[in-house]
């Protein structure tokens, strides 16, 4: 086929994918550190499904490390408030350096206090949120976690985006099992979905979101422009306000009405937050916690057609791990292109 690229997707092993990334976020001037932690995430969300917070990110980061957005040079540092609390300072780079620090203080903390939390300020895009408070419940820990984005959605009765889509993530450990993780945005759809559906030039469904004059569209781009709308009306709009005090307010970071694009590499760091929360299952159970999951998880095994929240991930994740992860021709030119290869 001279002169024509195939349409076909073209195969990666995880190794090979992350390699790229960590290629191309350094080319772009990203630290060691940060490089590696962002590319374990991003590979990570692509195994589990999670396009939207995967490789289609990659462009958009370096562009921003580039323009100084992100700060390539970044040193997240962890200040003990309490024995049970922690504020993290992603010092302006990107997110994931941050919370690997905010976990490990977390393990810590959480352990001796049986309840922890840690709250992350100066800081971006946390990318898949489940996949942070798995690592969390893989250690025996029940795990909360809040974070805040950039404007995207109106206030209830109003029209024009000012809170983020506002991610909540859940994980309780499951005996002799996978973690139970529930992650979802406060938007009908996570803003990263439309994004990735804008790469492709793909449309989206109905519903999801309007444009900039407040008209339903299918259009992802128009979408971008324009709002999300809330999961579950004004309820959902609700949580989103919950999210902006506990993520923004309670870690002094920008509400998402103040906070730049996570996408665009001009103007100021988003400086957006986000709060953790750990809770020694075990300990606070009286060490019943394992029987009752054990008892809960059996009686919705029990139930035709239920299916256990989050489990989609690690049919996913399986599939990557026998055969590769699948990128379209063009992705994997612009990230080789990234990469400097």
């Known amino acids: 086929m001279s002169g024509q690229q195939s349409a076909e997707p073209v195969k990666l092993t995880s190794k090979e994918a992350f390699d790229?990334?960590?290629e191309a976020l350094q080319a772009a001037g990203a630290n060691d550190r940060a490089a590696t932690a962002t590319a374990r995430?991003?590979?990570?969300a692509e195994c589990d499904g999670q396009r939207g917070h995967g490789l289609s990110r990659v462009s958009?980061?370096?562009?921003?490390v580039e323009a100084g957005k992100i700060n390539p040079d970044a040193t997240p540092t962890a200040e003990?408030?309490?024995?049970?609390?922690?504020?993290?300072?992603?010092?302006f780079g990107f997110a994931y350096p941050a919370i690997d620090l905010a976990i490990g203080e977390l393990t810590v903390l959480a352990r001796t206090e049986k309840i922890a939390a840690a709250a992350i300020k100066k800081s971006h895009h946390f990318g898949q949120a489940g996949a942070h408070v798995e690592r969390l419940a893989e250690q025996g820990f029940v795990a909360l976690l809040f974070g805040n984005s950039p404007k995207a959605i109106a206030f209830w009765g109003g029209a024009s985006p000012m809170m983020g889509t506002n991610p909540i993530a859940f994980a309780a450990p499951v005996p002799d099992g996978a973690p139970l993780v529930i992650d979802l945005a406060l938007s009908v759809s996570a803003r990263g979905k439309i994004m990735a559906a804008a790469k492709a030039g793909e449309a989206i469904p109905e519903g999801w979101?309007?444009?900039?004059?407040?008209?339903?569209t299918t259009d992802a781009k128009a979408a971008l422009e324009g709002s999300m709308l809330p999961l579950g009306g004004a309820k959902g709009a609700a949580l989103a306000l919950m999210v902006e005090v506990l993520a923004a307010a309670?870690?002094?970071?920008?509400?998402?009405f103040e906070a730049s694009s996570f996408l665009k590499p001009e103007g100021p760091p988003p400086n957006v937050g986000c709060l953790f929360?750990?809770?020694?299952?075990?300990?606070?159970?009286?060490?019943?916690?394992?029987?009752?999951?054990?008892?809960l998880i059996a009686a919705m095994g029990d139930e035709e057609g239920v299916r256990l929240p989050g489990s989609r991930r690690l049919t996913n994740r399986a599939a990557a791990e026998r055969d590769g992860l699948f990128v379209s021709p063009a992705l994997l030119s612009e990230l080789q292109g990234l990469a400097g290869r």
């Open 20 to 22: 790229l990334v960590v």
């Open 41 to 44: 995430s991003l590979i990570a």
């Open 60 to 64: 958009s980061y370096c562009a921003q």
């Open 80 to 91: 003990r408030i309490s024995n049970a609390a922690c504020i993290i300072d992603a010092d």
């Open 209 to 216: 979101a309007l444009d900039k004059q407040g008209r339903p």
């Open 250 to 256: 309670l870690t002094g970071s920008h509400f998402g």
């Open 277 to 295: 929360v750990a809770i020694d299952a075990e300990a606070l159970s009286g060490g019943s916690f394992a029987e009752r999951m054990a008892t």
